[in-house]
Structure formats: structure tokens, C-alpha cells
């Protein structure tokens, strides 16, 4: 992890993963985060697709569950192409959500969610890991029900 989260109010082991950036301790449900900018989240959905996959298939293998946090608005992933800092990309929006597709019909045990900022990304891990049955939870929906309620 390159830029890895900092939290205040609990303590950080820092060790390597198999798959993933964080698991909350306790895991009773086995779940991971995988935190992801929205370039990095660009390219492992374009050029590193096949090791993504890999990495999901693993967790799957270890029965774990990943939450893919995107630091970015669901708005900026659908118009990827359109944002100034974004104009290496050459993959379209298209594409890359039918990647995010074909991966949901392969596999149940992840789901991508465009958390926002980086503040509020950090502010959305520590909802998530205080979350039960997480694998029924479409989180993305759950985001976006909370901003309408506070527009």
C-alpha cells in the first residue's frame, strides 16, 4: 500500500496480504478492503485485468469477501475519460464497467464501491467493518441513499 490509510482510533498491524490492502480484526466474516485511486482502479480494470481476476479468484479460494473502495464519485468512473488528470486512460468508461460486469458474473464474493474523496473513503472503511452480512449489502446503493438524504 502506497498511500495506506491512517486511522486514529485503532491500531494498524502492518503485514502482507494474499489478497486485498486491509482486514479489520476482528473478521468474523472474512472480509477484506482493497483500496484503489481511480487511475489505479483505470488500469488494473484495463491492462491488469487477468491478475485482478486472479486475485479474486484467490480470495474466493480463501472464502473471503472484498470491498474494491474506489477513491472516487460513481459520476467520475462514467466519465473517466472526460476528467483532466485522467487523459492517459485510453480505455472508455464502457469498457472498463464491462469489466466490472463480466467480473460480477464471474464471481459473488467482491463488490466495487466509489466511496468519494479520500476523507470520505476513510470515513466509509470504518462503517464498512462495522458491518453484518456485508455480502448482502449493496453498499454503492447505500452510499448514494445517505447523499440524497443529506442534499
Not at 479489520?24 to 472480509?31: Q, R
Not at 479468484?57 to 466519465?79: G, H, M, P, T, V
Not at 459473488?108 to 464498512?128: S, V, Y
Amino acid at each position: 500500500e502506497v498511500k495506506p490509510y491512517k486511522f486514529l482510533d485503532c491500531r494498524m498491524i502492518i503485514k502482507k496480504l494474499d489478497f486485498a490492502d486491509y482486514c479489520p480484526n476482528p473478521n468474523p466474516e472474512n472480509m477484506y478492503i482493497e483500496r484503489k485511486e481511480l487511475s489505479d482502479w483505470a488500469g488494473v480494470m484495463s491492462k491488469g485485468y487477468e491478475r485482478f481476476e486472479r486475485e479474486i479468484q484467490r480470495a474466493k479460494d480463501n472464502n473471503a469477501y472484498i470491498i474494491i473502495l474506489i477513491e472516487s464519485s460513481f459520476n467520475d468512473l462514467l466519465s473517466i475519460n472526460y476528467l483532466p488528470h485522467t487523459k492517459w486512460i485510453c480505455a472508455s468508461s464502457e469498457f472498463l464497467m464491462k469489466r466490472v460486469r463480466d467480473l460480477y458474473i464471474k464471481f459473488d464474493n467482491f463488490q466495487m464501491i466509489a466511496g468519494g474523496n479520500r476523507t470520505e473513503c476513510i470515513n466509509l472503511f470504518n462503517k464498512i467493518i462495522k458491518l453484518e452480512n456485508i455480502k448482502f449489502i449493496d453498499i454503492q446503493y447505500y452510499i448514494d441513499i445517505l447523499k440524497e438524504k443529506s442534499e
